[in-house]
């Protein structure tokens, strides 16, 4: 195993499994609560349909197995089809991760014939009027429905996703009610992590503790009825970081299986790390090999040499790594910090008191700052 070069002894550097390919920022939504930079449309020209084949193949020789295509939206880009079965012949578990929105029934068919292993489909509530609201189209959820339906009936497993915030998680009930309606066999509760245009929108976004504990219990609720049936179904529900006291594992510790390929061409080691003061490498310009093993990004946080206190004594450390380095960054300034989330970090105050705006503030859906290009470019013009 070679070297992280990050002068850490005891740590050396893994293989990157999950590649994660984000084709395009280009989206027909504008949802609040977008993973994408808040200025996306500031970003460089995307990589051709060639050089994301190549891309691909680099990362199939570093040892990468699964590859995701995400975005924006990925079925905007007309060459996708290309792209999934250049992937499918070089060996890769193949995952689209999509809103519905531009979908059909043949272009499903092409997907199957071409090798796609895997659609998940991503829906913005239970609610006809909510969803359409939250996705900034007023036939989103119609086209989301008939698409899930469409998913399943080509015979892929059904995948579904669902953000949740305080303007939905209150009919948590009827989400897997609707999922369970279209005989779903995964889904994600994934409660909003705050980055992009989540975390500008935080306090309109973040539920309550009492949302979040019924929202929970509910969820429990229904595995274990799920189970006495030996129902298929698998309820998965992700507890947002501002209601933990001690931080996940992001990503499974900095540059450790995770690859994420911006539409340009960077290469990040989470989706959420482009705002960080680092400069990170281009695939324009270097080898995935070189950026993998060698780059100052990718080795910048690896092991526990970079670590200040609490974390660099802590005992948990190998088990979270201090938390996530693009959560330390916005709430404290510098990304070496613990992650405020963890009660030990001296920042923890700034969680504390999100979760108690999160009781006093309840803005409306329509003060939420959507994402778009018009946004996006003020936003860019003002950093």
């Known amino acids: 195993m070679q070297s992280s070069g990050c002068n850490s002894p005891e740590h050396s550097v893994g293989l990157p499994l999950w590649l994660l390919a984000e084709l395009t920022y280009r989206c027909p939504l504008q949802c609040p609560y977008c993973s994408n930079p808040l200025d996306f449309s500031q970003q460089g020209r995307e990589l051709s349909t060639a050089e994301w084949i190549d891309v691909f193949r680099q990362a199939r020789e570093l040892g990468a197995a699964q590859l995701g295509f995400s975005g924006g939206e990925p079925l905007v880009r007309q060459d996708l089809e290309e792209l999934i079965r250049a992937a499918s012949e070089l060996g890769y578990y193949t995952n689209l991760i999509t809103s519905g929105i531009g979908l059909d029934e043949a272009r499903i068919e092409v997907f199957k014939r071409v090798g796609l292993d895997h659609i998940q489909i991503s829906f913005q509530a239970s609610d006809e009027t909510v969803n359409n609201l939250l996705a900034g189209s007023r036939k989103a959820f119609e086209q989301k429905l008939a698409m899930a339906r469409a998913v399943k009936a080509a015979g892929y497993p059904m995948v579904l996703n669902f953000v949740t915030h305080r303007h939905n998680i209150d009919r948590v009930d009827e989400i897997i009610e609707l999922c369970l309606a279209l005989e779903a066999d995964f889904v994600e509760l994934a409660t909003c992590q705050f980055y992009g245009w989540a975390e500008l929108n935080r306090v309109g976004l973040l539920p309550t503790h009492t949302q979040l504990q ?169 950093r």
């Open 214 to 382: 019924r929202a929970e219990r509910i969820t429990n609720e229904y595995r274990e009825k799920l189970a006495a049936k030996k129902h298929p179904c698998k309820l998965i529900f992700v507890t947002p970081d501002y209601y933990e006291e001690r931080p996940k594992a992001c990503m499974n510790g900095w540059g450790s299986v995770f690859l994420d390929i911006t539409p340009d061409g960077t290469v990040l080691p989470c989706h959420s790390a482009r705002q960080l003061p680092v400069q990170f490498p281009n695939v324009r310009e270097h080898s995935l090999a070189h950026i993998w093993y060698e780059s100052f990004g990718f080795n910048r946080f690896r092991g526990y040499e970079w670590m200040v206190e609490p974390c660099r004594s802590c005992d948990e450390k190998s088990r979270d790594f201090g938390g996530c380095r693009c959560q330390a960054f916005q709430l404290t300034g510098d990304a070496s910090n613990a992650d405020p989330v963890c009660s030990k970090s001296s920042h923890h105050h700034k969680i504390l008191a999100a979760r108690q705006e999160s009781e006093s503030v309840a803005p409306r859906i329509s003060e939420l700052a959507f994402r778009n290009e018009r946004a996006s470019r003020i936003i860019g013009t003002s």
